[in-house]
């Protein structure tokens, strides 16, 4: 199996020296290549008891947390795959968290697997039913996903007008 990688603008809450938020969000359409992807709740549940690591970019060299040690919490609800995890007073643990409380976190993504018969296809259209989670990573410049919305709590306003010119910039790109 292929390990995959999908990222989302996706909210982000700095909380003292923890993270929280969603690292993917359940009905959301995403044009990956040729084709779009949608996430079905309850996607993740076979991999909530698996270790899980948080990585910056997904960089196993930058880890930030992971399920085993209990750094890293997962859990889904109706919205998606929720994250709290706790930052560690390392260099890119800080810079981290430096970038989330000024609000300048690109989002989240996760890397996967797909195990058979774990997504659903029709004609372009893709639907991941179960995935088999090994990270969650903190992406510090643009995701793949859009429509969602980045923040720090400390910087609400702020974030909100940076959003809108990184999603300018990003139709931009792409037209």
Do not use: C
Not at 55 to 83: C, M, N, Q, Y
Not at 118 to 145: C, F, K, M, Q
């Amino acid at each position: 199996m292929t390990t995959e990688r999908r990222s989302a603008q996706l909210e982000v809450r700095a909380k003292g020296r923890r993270l929280e938020g969603y690292a993917a969000l359940f009905g959301h359409e995403a044009r990956i290549g040729t084709f779009t992807e949608t996430i079905r709740a309850g996607a993740f549940s076979g991999s909530l008891n698996r270790d899980v690591l948080a990585l910056v970019d997904h960089d196993p060299s930058r880890v930030l947390a992971r399920t085993k040690s209990g750094t890293l919490r997962l859990g889904e609800d109706s919205r998606g795959l929720a994250f709290d995890l706790d930052i560690p007073e390392t260099s890119h643990g800080r810079d981290v968290l430096a970038l989330a409380e000024r609000g300048d976190l690109g989002g989240m993504s996760f890397g996967f697997t797909v195990p058979e018969g774990g997504d659903h296809w029709e004609g372009e259209r893709r639907e991941l039913r179960n995935v088999t989670l090994h990270e969650i990573s903190v992406v510090l410049a643009w995701p793949a996903y859009d429509g969602t919305v980045v923040h720090a709590r400390s910087a609400l306003t702020a974030l909100g007008a940076r959003l809108a010119l990184a999603r300018r910039y990003l139709e931009l790109l792409r037209a």
